[in-house]
């Protein structure tokens, strides 16, 4: 029954897809909010939005918010409350910067889907091939918690480009890793898992990862990982250009992304939004722990986090959620072609992630017929993810809707603005 609701999916999103490309042209970009009529969107039920994120901060769940819904390439509603800072009492702004963290994979992808339209690799050619010291992948078999030293065991097969994306490769997440073991492993070994302001540099990085063992064989299971760090440092050798200059000149500077980026210049630092976390129900600034909560305003701003590194506004990301909906297309450039974003857009890892709900892509989760059954996460073929931080984005291709909220948290808040967000996003379409 999955098999013939996966064919189906996947015709479905050819269409809508496809539509999408015909009514758009290449010009098109976000309108910004101005005083143009609604069309498509119940007034009302905005406004409903923005008393329940007025209540969110009046129970005290988040000390502030930005949030962003555009339909039909429009932004109808775009809100900045609360605090940036609580300490210096500092407003949010609509423009305030967020760590966007795992918002960045989606970023990351699109690079390397806009290098192999450009026939550089083909998607099941092993990492090997490009970064040598994957040549022999190895397999957790046994752990000694004195010294967290490890044994292993050959995989039976190698980690391709397609694992790498779909997380499905094997490879951990260090810190936020599931399995304990896998955390003093990549503790030892020095892994960066987000980001740093040490002189680190990703190339090193991603050639110490490539000698640790992996959680199972490749293409096996979906295991959320740093697999989006090796392609950043795939995308410098297949490019000859540093990642980060990759993303600047091909995406960034053409789609009009002005304040994305991996660090932020002096005046781009002031409007970093502060991590927060709620100590006896007030909020302070949250410590230095397994990474610096300064970044990414000072350090040696030599490390380049394909999976959680860029820092943006949720405009901006909404700039780069709308090239999607436009079918590759943005503020009159073509970043990839209709075909292959209907590769991206369907699913990658067969039943891996189970009913929940949800297929992955090449880029994102997607909403799959069990998703559109449960209610309030969107149409089929609705594309979403998020951020470590609290930050959140879905896009639409069936009502051609955008909905974007950053927040910047950690720890226990009782924030419940995501589900409501984007459930009651939906309920406004007309």
Not at 274 to 279: A, Y
Not at 356 to 381: C, H, M, P, R, W
Request: aromatic share 12%.
């Amino acid at each position: 029954m999955k098999k013939y609701f996966s064919s189906f999916t996947s015709c479905f999103l050819l269409l809508i897809l496809s539509n999408t490309v015909l009514s758009q042209t290449p010009s098109t970009k976000l309108v910004p909010q101005g005083n143009q009529p609604l069309n498509g969107v119940s007034a009302t039920r905005l406004d409903r939005i923005d008393q329940m994120l007025d209540q969110t901060l009046s129970d005290n769940q988040v000390p502030g918010l930005v949030a962003l819904i555009v339909k039909d390439g429009k932004i109808v509603y775009h809100e900045a409350k609360g605090f940036a800072d609580v300490p210096s009492g500092t407003q949010m702004a609509k423009d305030q910067i967020f760590r966007i963290a795992s918002q960045t994979k989606a970023i990351t992808s699109t690079a390397v889907m806009m290098l192999w339209e450009e026939g550089k690799f083909k998607l099941d050619d092993p990492i090997s091939k490009f970064i040598p010291e994957f040549s022999d992948p190895q397999i957790l078999t046994g752990f000694r918690n004195a010294d967290s030293s490890f044994s292993s065991e050959k995989s039976p097969r190698q980690i391709t480009i397609r694992h790498l994306i779909t997380h499905t490769s094997g490879i951990g997440y260090g810190m936020i890793d599931g399995n304990e073991q896998m955390k003093m492993i990549y503790a030892k070994a020095g892994i960066v898992d987000l980001f740093t302001t040490e002189p680190v540099k990703i190339s090193d990085n991603i050639k110490k990862l490539a000698k640790l063992p992996l959680h199972h064989a490749p293409g096996t299971k979906y295991t959320y990982s740093e697999g989006l760090d090796v392609l950043g440092y795939f995308i410098e050798v297949i490019s000859g250009m540093p990642f980060d200059e990759f993303l600047q000149t091909r995406i960034f500077d053409p789609m009009g992304m002005k304040n994305t980026g991996f660090y932020l210049n002096e005046a781009q630092g002031k409007k970093l939004v502060t991590i927060h976390r709620k100590m006896n129900n007030q909020w302070e600034s949250y410590p230095m722990t397994f990474y610096d909560p300064d970044y990414p305003k000072t350090g040696s701003k030599t490390f380049f986090s394909g999976g959680a590194g860029l820092s943006s506004t949720a405009e901006d990301y909404a700039k780069f959620l709308q090239m999607y909906l436009n079918g590759g297309v943005y503020n009159g450039t073509r970043f990839l072609s209709s075909t292959t974003i209907k590769t991206i857009m369907s699913n990658q890892v067969g039943d891996l992630l189970g009913n929940g709900g949800k297929d992955y892509g090449l880029a994102f989760g997607l909403v799959d017929e069990n998703g559109v059954t449960q209610g309030g996460i969107g149409s089929l073929g609705t594309f979403d993810w998020g951020g470590y931080f609290n930050t959140q984005y879905f896009a639409d291709p069936v009502t051609n809707t955008i909905g974007i909220l950053m927040k910047q948290t950690q720890g226990g808040t009782g924030d419940e603005s995501a589900w409501k967000f984007r459930q009651m996003v939906f309920a406004a379409i007309e």
